[in-house]
């Protein structure tokens, strides 16, 4: 049976609109975008951080850095809807106890507590067994339309992990991670890490920092800003009175938060 053309027309436009949208109504993942098209967040941009808590969307900023396993395709979208980028949280250098995938994790793979409960760090000699993990969290990311990761724990080299890991397998490890965010048109940022700054700042999109001003390193950020991207930074402990005139003058996003990382927040 031959179907007219504006029929057809209107089964074309009735089928990409079918396959625009999940069962739920949301829309499909975004594929992954060429190096050239991945979001590059500027110095100076507001940012929100909330790893804890049902997110606050209200919070009048660009940008907001939430739990990749804790929070929906759903709340992304509804950032999304207001205008502001997403960052998924991901602890890439400890094994967690309460997340979905801890089964796939081998026991010879962890390491000590690394002081918080249900973490031990793992082994990240062995970028070939965390690797398949690792990108499975990143497909999860992409699929829930997140804009960005936030690795964290990257610098087990520098900490009392149950294994000796060394700058060089730690360089190796964090270039790893990087490349698994870009494979799939996902910015990713360097947490802390400071000492290698210098050699990762090509390899990242951003920063995100804790307590830089607290312990006087804040100016070795500066790599980051001097390549047009952004450093996120937090402080616990300090006022912003005692840090936000240096992160003014560095060109850092700054603002102090509390230790659980809720809703609540004190911008520079």
Known sequence: MTVRPVRAALLVLLALAVAGCTQAGLPEPRQASP?????????????????????????????????????SARTVAALHARGAKVICYLNVGAWESFRPDHAKFSEKLLGANNGWGGERWLDIRRPDRLRPMMAARMDMCRKKGFDAVEPDLTEAYRNRTGFTVTAAQQLAYNRMIAGLAHERG?????????????????????????????????????PFIEHGKAVFHVEYKLEPGEFCDQSKRLGLSSMQKRLKLDAWRRPC
Do not use: M
């Not at 940012?47 to 997110?55: A, I, S, T």
């Not at 802390?192 to 390193?217: R, S, W």
């Open 186 to 222: 996902l910015s990713v940022g360097l947490k802390n890490d400071v000492d290698q700054i210098p050699q990762l700042v090509g390899d990242f999109d951003f920063a995100v920092n804790e307590e830089c001003a607290q312990f006087g390193e804040c100016a070795a950020l500066r």
């Open 35 to 71: 190096a050239g098209h991945r979001w590059q967040p500027e110095p100076g941009t507001a940012w929100q951080w909330q790893l804890d808590g049902r997110v606050d969307t209200s919070v009048p900023v660009p940008v907001y850095d939430i739990d990749g396993f804790e929070n």
